[in-house]
């Protein structure tokens, strides 16, 4: 059974900085490419950065040159670095494979950029 466990998440002033984790179980990991997505109060869930198996990266628009996706497939983990981090970023974070399964969603966790 495929679980995701997210961490890392926390209040942060504008400028701040955080580093997400996601502990994922089972032997997909290694397999597919992983994915950070968020959903902000009201609006619907988005994919922020995604790393395929061989570590190529893809960023949403408004986050690129802040935040840095990496993976370690011996961990079957998958990292999200959050620099400069601005007040619309606040968002519950999960991570997924891309695309996602349905399934696959953890309980996330909760970032909040405010002063």
């Known amino acids: 059974q495929v679980q995701f466990v997210e961490s890392g998440g926390g209040l942060v002033q504008p400028g701040g900085s955080l580093r997400l984790s996601c502990a994922a179980s089972?032997?997909?990991?290694?397999?597919?490419?992983m994915g950070w997505y968020r959903q902000a109060p009201g609006k619907q869930r988005e994919l922020v950065a995604s790393?395929?198996?061989?570590?190529?990266?893809n960023y949403k628009d408004s986050v690129k040159g802040r935040f840095t996706i990496s993976r370690d497939n011996a961990k079957n983990t998958v990292y999200l670095q959050m620099n400069s981090l601005k007040p619309e970023d606040t968002a519950v974070y999960y991570c997924?494979?891309?695309?996602?399964?349905?399934?696959?969603w953890g309980q996330g966790t909760q970032v909040t950029v405010s002063s």
């Open positions: 089972g032997s997909m990991f290694s397999r597919n490419t």
């Open positions: 997924n494979t891309r695309p996602y399964y349905a399934t696959y």
């Open positions: 790393i395929t198996i061989g570590g190529i990266t």
